[in-house]
């Protein structure tokens, strides 16, 4: 860490034993104590300080000092309001949170992330009792027709596998079909007893963070891949971010960070012509001087990857063999 900085980058923030009253993929949250934890052990070995800072040191051309730390999310959970945001306030741990508009808005989710949300919703609905009876063997039903009934039985680690090979089966699908198989889904999600829970912050609850210091960079509008979309969708889906994101907060920075880290020289050449100064990728590692400021290191921290305060303080070292 030697004139060197560490971008951390976090998801979701849950209670333990987890709350899932929606789908959360393998990889994206981190028990509420165990941040609290790493917030701890970050205030008395880092020097804590916000990425417009790491960011705005490079692009001058400037010296990084020793054992740099920013922390960011990706997406806009809820829980990073309900259960991140009282922790960062009491370590006094500054915080980017890369935001996508329409997971805001509740208007239009990446196809892959409902789909796997609403499965996961309903059967949960279903294991515990929610609606009439009548109601869960209409959903049980709807569930066989699609081929999705297995999910009823297995386990999360199980349910999150039939998932990603369901959703892989309906890529390969007319897009006709995709809608028609989440406008099934959609439809049971609306019956009493089965309505689902907001997962993502609010405007206002955004806006309370802001006031607070907690700033916010761009995700896309709807969080797709985006060295799959063909040009002009990428670039509406990169300026609409910004713009969105500008009529609503006071201070956005002119950061951005990739969908999945997914990124190729076409993407990095939209997101420099809509303004952004800098992006972040998943790529693990630490950032110095004279890093490509389009293709910024962040290192991922859950629950799978650092269960323990020794295994985070690995990972952050960038350790990555050693535990």
């Not at 006031?211 to 797709?224: D, E, K």
């Not at 630490?286 to 295994?311: K, T, Y």
Request: overall charge positive; some cysteine; aromatic content about 10%.
């Amino acid at each position: 860490m030697k004139r060197a900085a560490v971008v951390l980058l976090y998801h979701r923030i849950v209670d333990d034993p987890p709350e899932l009253p929606d789908y959360s993929p393998g990889g994206i949250t981190v028990r509420r104590d165990a941040f609290d934890a790493q917030m701890a052990f970050l205030r008395r070995h880092y020097r804590l300080t916000s990425l417009p800072d790491i960011v705005g040191t490079i692009a001058g051309g400037g010296r990084l000092t020793d054992r740099l730390c920013a922390v960011t999310f990706d997406d806009g959970w809820r829980d990073n309001y309900t259960h991140a945001f009282p922790i960062l306030l009491k370590h006094r741990v500054p915080c980017t949170i890369f935001l996508t508009p329409s997971f805001i808005e509740a208007t239009e989710w990446d196809w892959h992330i409902r789909f796997k949300h609403l499965v996961s919703h309903l059967v949960q609905c279903y294991r515990n009792l929610r609606g009439t009876a009548a109601d869960r063997a209409a959903i049980a039903a709807a569930f066989r027709r699609e081929g999705l009934d297995a999910a009823f039985a297995l386990p999360l680690q199980e349910l999150r596998r039939l998932l990603k090979r369901k959703a892989s089966e309906l890529q390969a699908a007319p897009p006709a079909e995709r809608e028609r198989v989440i406008g099934v889904l959609e439809s049971w999600r609306r019956v009493d007893g089965f309505e689902e829970p907001r997962h993502f912050m609010t405007w206002d609850e955004l806006r309370e963070m802001e006031a607070a210091g907690v700033q916010f960079g761009a995700h896309t509008m709807t969080h797709p891949h985006l060295h799959r979309c063909d040009a002009a969708t990428a670039d509406a889906e990169i300026r609409g971010s910004r713009e969105a994101i500008a009529r609503h907060v006071d201070r956005p920075c002119p950061l951005f960070a990739y969908p999945y880290g997914k990124h190729t020289p076409q993407i990095r050449e939209l997101v420099a012509k809509a303004g952004f100064v800098a992006a972040f990728t998943t790529k693990c590692g630490h950032i110095r001087a004279g890093a490509d400021l389009l293709r910024l290191n962040r290192i991922d921290i859950h629950d799978e990857v650092a269960p323990s305060l020794a295994g985070f303080a690995c990972r952050v070292l960038h350790f990555m063999g050693s535990y």
